[in-house]
């Protein structure tokens, strides 16, 4: 039996049973636009004349029909629950942007969706469209009624996910719906702003709306808490008071009906097998750092590009997310060297430097920078093989010429981030053997002092 809700003048269709619509259904259609289309369909419709609800019922069912046919082999069937999702969808939509009939009389949308939708036909209109604030309710909603959201799955990319997980997302997006937690800042401004430069690209904009969906669906479900589950969630740190109640959970799978991962769950990039093949035939480690070393205090993009002959090489044998734990690795490094250069003598600094002369001797573990361990090691889920090897030769290019007297601004800002903040919830802390932090503190103990 199917119930009808409204909350805020939107129409939201309940379902009692989980997986209304299929993922097959789901995901096609999402993967074919879904959102978009309908937004566009609706907009096209604004200069409409609406004089009676069988007007808003065509215009609705026109919008439908154009979804439906994104991908006809898994559309819903007609008739069927989640069809009518679809439907519930469109005619909150519509309301938002084009507005409602009341007892046969029109009432235009108040709503800001209208103007922030006109434009769907650039990356920036886009952005702006799916960032209004208005749009979260009818998504959530008709996840309720589906099983999934709209936009599933929407996973972004892996070194986004990593750096938002590092930046505590989870726990920030808490204690911003359940607390006194306040606005994103640093590299998660990003999710909530309307209009980021450049504009956001659409697979990590969806992804950043489910984050946003989650946090509408946080805020409607603190009425239903306990003080001390409020209390817990909002905390430094979330425990199991928060993690363990029923309608956290909910809110928590719903995400990962939305975005296709776990919120709380760092993202792990490499198997074991992977870097078995990345280190069995090419010595990434003894082309990398060298490279590091010859560029670290080149702009961010310049930098970037004396790696990419390295990392196209350990995406050959391996995969492009695994490639790009080692891009990670070599700027965590870069920030490292920095650091370094700032508080170390000339003298002191070339000492340094020169203790890494063999990329492979355990002597490296300071230069690299036990933040550059612990994010290489969430990144990859293994541990840095430094000692490992290959017959090939690396080959070094000439330093940029493009220079910074300054660390990078998102080389800091991530290397600060990994230093400062504690694992989320679900992430193990990582830990190094006595012997290695020895081979990191001492050095600098004894090996740099004048």
Known sequence: MKRTWIISGLVTHVARS????????????????AIITVLSCLENATGLSFLSQSDVNNAVSDCLALVVNLAP????????????????????????????????????????????????????????????????LPLLNFQKCASYAVIYPAPGTLSIRRLFSRADIF???????????????GVLAQVTASSNTPATSQPILLMELCYLT????????????????????????????????????DALSRFTNCAGFKID????????????????????????????????????????TSIQPVIASTTQFGTVDCA????????????NIQ????????????????????????ECSLLIGTVALQNFQ??????????????????????????????????????SQATTEKSAPGRKEVMYPKTLISLIIIPIILGLRV
Do not use: W
């Open 378 to 415: 969430e990144c990859s889920g293994s541990t840095l093989n430094l000692s490992a090897s290959t017959t090939k030769t690396p080959t070094v290019s000439q330093a940029s010429t493009t220079t910074s007297t300054t660390t990078p601004a998102n080389l800091i800002e991530v290397a």
């Open 339 to 362: 650091a370094q250069k700032a508080r170390l003598s000339s003298d002191q600094f070339a000492a340094y430097i020169g203790g890494c002369s063999d990329p492979h001797s355990t």
């Open 73 to 136: 082999t898994y559309a819903p069937a007609a008739a069927t629950q989640c069809l009518s999702c679809y439907k519930g969808l469109v005619n909150d939509l519509f309301g938002l942007v084009i507005g409602t009939i009341n007892s046969g009389v029109f009432f235009q949308t108040s709503s800001s969706l209208v103007g922030d939708c006109a434009t769907l036909t650039t990356t920036a209109g886009i952005e702006r469209c799916l960032k209004n604030s208005d749009l979260r």
């Open 324 to 335: 790009l734990c080692f891009q990670e690795l070599a700027q965590d490094i870069a920030s």
């Open 171 to 185: 726990g920030n997006l808490l204690r911003l719906a359940l607390g006194n937690g306040a606005p994103l800042a």
């Open 214 to 249: 989650f946090l509408q669906d946080l805020q409607l479900t603190k009425l239903e808490l306990s003080l001390t589950v409020v209390r817990d969630c909002s905390s430094t740190r979330a425990g199991d008071v928060c993690l363990s109640d029923s309608r956290i959970v």
């Open 265 to 304: 769950t760092f993202p792990v990039a490499c198997s074991t097998d992977i870097l078995s093949k990345i280190y069995g035939n090419y010595d990434v480690i003894a082309s990398l750092i060298p490279q590091i070393i010859l560029n670290f205090a080149s702009a961010t993009s310049a930098f970037l």
């Open 18 to 33: 989980a997986d209304v619509c299929s993922i097959g259904t789901i995901s096609s259609l999402s993967k074919q636009g």
